[in-house]
């Protein structure tokens, strides 16, 4: 006998995220940045600390430490568009800053321990719980005027471009 069910389609679930004040993105920033030191020197000394391999064990610090960030950059007339994919982070998780020229995303969340199991773990992948971000935008946009929205694991930042200065030129005519 074979059973047929049917599949309900959910609607998306929306979530805006809102902007922070880039020194409260700073330092987090720096305590980031001095966590991912602390864990590459510590493989440096784990490999016999020989150098010449510094940046390796920077890199490697900071794959255990961080979360990947994939993001796309997209570009129309009036405005810049970020899509970045942070999977398992909610909106309050999140802390988005954003600057003329600069776009900062920041995020922490907490795991829970499954404690009291009976089975010994041979082998686990996980990701990492934070997330960090810094991108150099392409052109200046208007941190008042932008928009981010949480939606499906995918934070969309819509960032109107910044009012350009209008430069006139006067003709210079031979005498």
Same mark, same amino acid.
């Given at each position: 006998?074979?059973?047929?069910?049917?599949?309900?389609?959910?609607?998306?679930?929306?979530?805006?995220?809102?902007?922070?004040?880039?020194?409260? #993105? #700073?330092?987090?920033?720096?305590?980031?940045?001095?966590?991912?030191?602390?864990?590459?020197?510590?493989?440096?000394?784990?490999?016999?600390?020989?150098?010449?391999?510094?940046?390796?064990?920077?890199?490697?610090?900071?794959?255990? @430490?961080?979360?990947?960030?994939?993001?796309?950059?997209?570009?129309?007339?009036?405005? @810049?568009?970020?899509?970045?994919?942070?999977?398992?982070?909610?909106?309050?998780?999140?802390?988005?800053? @954003?600057?003329?020229?600069? #776009?900062?995303?920041?995020?922490?969340?907490?795991?829970?321990?499954?404690?009291?199991?009976?089975?010994?773990?041979?082998?686990?992948?996980?990701?990492?719980?934070?997330?960090?971000?810094?991108?150099?935008?392409?052109?200046?946009?208007?941190?008042?005027?932008?928009?981010?929205? #949480?939606?499906?694991?995918?934070?969309?930042?819509? @960032?109107?471009?910044?009012?350009?200065?209008?430069?006139?030129?006067?003709?210079?005519?031979?005498?």
């Amino acid at each position: 006998m074979i059973e047929k069910g049917t599949a309900t389609q959910l609607a998306p679930v929306t979530t805006s995220v809102k902007l922070v004040e880039p020194g409260i #993105l #700073l330092d987090r920033i720096n305590r980031i940045h001095e966590g991912i030191e602390r864990r590459a020197f510590e493989i440096f000394q784990n490999n016999g600390g020989v150098p010449g391999r510094e940046l390796d064990d920077w890199f490697k610090a900071e794959e255990e @430490l961080l979360h990947p960030v994939h993001m796309n950059l997209a570009e129309s007339d009036g405005a @810049l568009t970020v899509a970045v994919e942070v999977p398992g982070f909610g909106a309050d998780q999140l802390q988005v800053s @954003l600057e003329p020229r600069r #776009l900062m995303i920041s995020g922490k969340k907490e795991t829970s321990k499954e404690e009291g199991r009976k089975q010994r773990i041979v082998y686990r992948e996980q990701c990492s719980d934070e997330i960090l971000r810094v991108i150099d935008l392409p052109e200046d946009v208007d941190p008042a005027k932008a928009t981010a929205i #949480l939606k499906h694991g995918v934070l969309e930042l819509k @960032l109107p471009k910044g009012i350009q200065p209008v430069t006139s030129r006067d003709d210079v005519k031979a005498a």
